[in-house]
């Protein structure tokens, strides 16, 4: 894809163009699309590193990743999201991808935790997560616990 720029910023760096673009594609994604409405604006995005693929100032990749101790006793990784435009271009491979180097290089390990939602178990297990057995319900849609080691 040409012109696709990638970004990762803590929440401090980020603009409010860059935010309203962020917060456009969470709501697109997980409340329209998935016709879920829950409160994306849980008090974390102040804590989270901010990682995301944009085209034309626009976001077509994005996961918001966390350090230890913040979200889970590990890393973590959350709001995991391709938007509709975007798919099938291999942008969230490359998402989870440029994710797990990030917690690598920034927190200095290869433990992450995630809450996948269950149609992607096995995607992720492609980055070597694996099924905990902790299922749930969250927001009336079926996760499970996953964790890389």
């Not at 997980?30 to 994306?40: L, R, T």
């Amino acid at each position: 894809m040409s012109n696709l720029i990638w970004k990762i910023k803590s929440f401090e760096e980020i603009n409010t163009s860059e935010l309203y673009e962020i917060i456009k594609a969470r709501v697109d994604v997980f409340v329209v699309e998935q016709d879920c409405p829950y409160p994306d604006l849980d008090g974390y995005d102040q804590q989270a590193i901010h990682l995301w693929a944009e085209q034309d100032k626009s976001v077509l990749a994005y996961c918001r990743l966390f350090n230890k101790g913040i979200k889970y006793p590990e890393t973590s990784i959350g709001r995991v999201l391709t938007t509709e435009k975007a798919r099938g271009k291999s942008l969230g491979k490359q998402l989870i991808q440029y994710a797990v180097e990030t917690i690598e290089n920034r927190f200095h390990t290869t433990e992450v935790r995630i809450s996948a939602q269950d149609y992607l178990l096995r995607f992720y297990s492609g980055f070597g997560f694996e099924d905990t057995g902790k299922k749930y319900l969250e927001d009336n849609i079926p996760h499970t616990e996953m964790f890389r080691k």
